[in-house]
């Protein structure tokens, strides 16, 4: 099946450190991916829509400029966590979609940001 | 508002047992309605995928039913085992095929 590979699974930092991860789509091309954040016993809470070769839609109230996002080829989405503090500490998870726009949206295995 | 429920509360079942879990929608009209496993620390893994004209689908012993009148879909698990104890999330797909939007998950906890 569809495979969706995320790196780094767990990263812990100092605040202040800016922190990438890495979103790959290893078997299929994802003209978008996904990017949520969760917290403990919660949903997965939508960041921003990324599409590739344009600019990312971020949903309300997320800061653009605090998480930067590019996707740049059809099977790679990167998130960056600038300047970090301990309040974003939190599990990242990307997801990306296969072009056919009714087929299933499939999952990193998430980052686990802890953030000193 | 739109709203997906999920029971907060953990089903607890035997093994050997059938699990049902319930996604209650309002305010929605989806493209289509899907189920995930989630294990502790992990990403979420698909399961099924069900579209508003479809009633039923069925996947080894897993079995999704959708009744778009009572915004409902039920998820059932037959002959459950221990493995099969996760959190299960249900999540919706907008009409526009814009924006998958999950539920808050249940937790299936199966006894040996």
């Known amino acids: 099946g569809a495979v969706v590979s995320q790196h780094p699974s767990r990263v812990i930092c100092k605040s202040g450190t800016s922190v990438k991860i890495e979103c790959r789509s290893l078997?299929?091309?994802?003209?978008?991916m996904f990017w949520y954040r969760q917290f403990p016993k919660q949903s997965l809470m939508l960041m921003a829509t990324s599409n590739e070769g344009s600019k990312a839609t971020y949903e309300q109230g997320v800061e653009k400029d605090k998480f930067l996002i590019n996707h740049a080829s059809l099977t790679l989405s990167t998130l960056t966590v600038t300047s970090a503090h301990p309040e974003d500490s939190s599990f990242y998870i990307c997801s990306a979609r296969p072009q056919v726009r009714d087929q299933p949206q499939h999952f990193g295995d998430g980052t686990r940001l802890s953030i000193l | 508002s739109q709203k997906i429920e999920q029971n907060s509360e953990a089903l607890n079942i035997q093994e050997g047992k059938t699990a049902t879990l319930t996604c209650n929608y309002t305010?929605?009209?989806?493209?289509?309605l899907q189920w995930y496993r989630q294990d502790p620390g992990r990403g979420p893994v698909f399961l099924l995928l069900?579209?508003?004209?479809?009633k039923e689908k069925r996947k080894e012993r897993l079995k999704v039913t959708f009744d778009t009148t009572l915004k409902q879909s039920l998820f059932h698990i037959t002959a459950s085992q221990p493995a099969d104890s996760a959190t299960y999330l249900c999540a919706l797909m907008n009409s526009g095929y814009s924006t998958l939007t999950f539920g808050k998950g249940t937790m299936l906890l199966v006894s040996p």
């Open positions: 078997d299929f091309q994802a003209t978008t």
């Open positions: 305010n929605y009209s989806p493209a289509y």
């Open positions: 069900i579209r508003e004209n479809e």
